[in-house]
């Protein structure tokens, strides 16, 4: 059993009487569908979509990603190419996770430690190695120099990746 409770932000003035007249009244449900669904690992950024996620996480403009990117790239060198349209990594690159994730262990530890120690630091999601999908760089992903994250800004904190 449960009781009909109506959400006041969402009633419309035309309506209210018939929510008012509901309000505490009994109700039975009928039938509860449950189903597994198997959700794919996201793909790696490419610049487009580090862009949007930023916009949406921390309101930075595309600008701003960019350029705090572009000084992780540059002067940090802690990521790859930032102006990537690729979402993918060539098959070459799956040798040297490994290292790619000792790098970034000061930052992450726990979790790269993980990684490296139960799946030997291989990408599970085989899918985001694709030869044919990358064109003239790979997506963006953090390369084999040290993170030493007390050295970033809180914005270049943000893109961690």
């Known amino acids: 059993m449960a009781k009909w409770r109506s959400n006041p932000a969402v009633r419309s003035r035309k309506s209210r009487g018939d929510h008012q007249e509901k309000e505490h009244q009994t109700a039975v449900v009928r039938a509860v569908k449950k189903a597994q669904k198997k959700e794919h690992q996201p793909l790696p950024y490419d610049l487009t979509e580090l862009q949007r996620d930023a916009n949406r996480r921390f309101g930075f403009s595309a600008k701003k990603t960019l350029n705090v990117l572009q000084t992780l790239y540059e002067h940090y060198k802690i990521v790859t190419y930032p102006r990537t349209d690729s979402r993918y990594l060539t098959k070459d690159i799956a040798a040297t996770m490994p290292d790619r994730l000792k790098a970034i262990s000061s930052a992450y530890g726990e979790v790269t430690r993980l990684i490296l120690h139960k799946q030997k630091g291989r990408v599970l999601a085989g899918n985001v190695f694709n030869d044919a999908k990358v064109t003239d760089h790979h997506a ?11 050295d970033l800004t809180q914005d270049e904190r943000n893109f961690t990746i």
Do not use: C, H, Q
């Open 140 to 150: 963006l992903i953090p390369t084999e120099e040290p993170v030493f994250i007390s």
